[in-house]
């Protein structure tokens, strides 16, 4: 069974940055997609923010372009989210979620997700908090 567990979320200033962890066990293949989402306060859906394919091609909303990045650390089996330059609007609950192997996804500009169906079908943790305040 393959687990996602978030950390590293927090309240920070506009402005500020944070980096967001997300530990996978019970997978040891290389070759699937990754991402990290966020759901708004508001009750409204989640948005994708951050995407790793199973060939290592990044990609992103055009919210984040240029102050997020999406990274892995292969021998602690780590997915990483480094973000910059934060915003009021940044904040949300963050989840990182996994395809199983063999299969493509990434993040469109508009924040969706187009490839392998990860909402309905994927590994998700459990989500961590971020809070840009103005």
């Known amino acids: 069974q393959v687990q996602l567990v978030e950390s590293g979320g927090g309240s920070v200033q506009a402005g500020g940055n944070l980096t967001l962890d997300c530990k996978i066990s019970?997978?040891?293949?290389?070759?699937?997609?990754r991402g990290w989402f966020r759901r708004p306060p508001g009750g409204k859906g989640r948005e994708a923010v951050a995407?790793?394919?199973?060939?290592?091609?990044?990609s992103y909303a055009a919210s984040v372009t240029g102050r997020f990045t999406i990274s892995k650390d292969k021998d602690r089996n780590i997915l990483s989210l480094q973000m910059i330059n934060l915003k009021p609007e940044d904040t949300g609950v963050y989840y990182c979620?996994?395809?199983?192997?063999?299969?493509?996804?990434?993040?469109?500009?508009?924040?969706?997700?187009?490839?392998?169906?990860?909402?309905?079908?994927?590994?998700w943790g459990q989500g961590t908090q971020v809070t840009v305040s103005s």
């Open positions: 995407g790793l394919d199973s060939d290592g091609a990044r």
């Open positions: 979620a996994s395809c199983p192997p063999g299969h493509y996804g990434e993040v469109m500009p508009n924040g969706g997700w187009v490839g392998y169906p990860i909402e309905a079908s994927g590994f």
């Open positions: 019970g997978s040891t293949s290389t070759s699937v997609c």
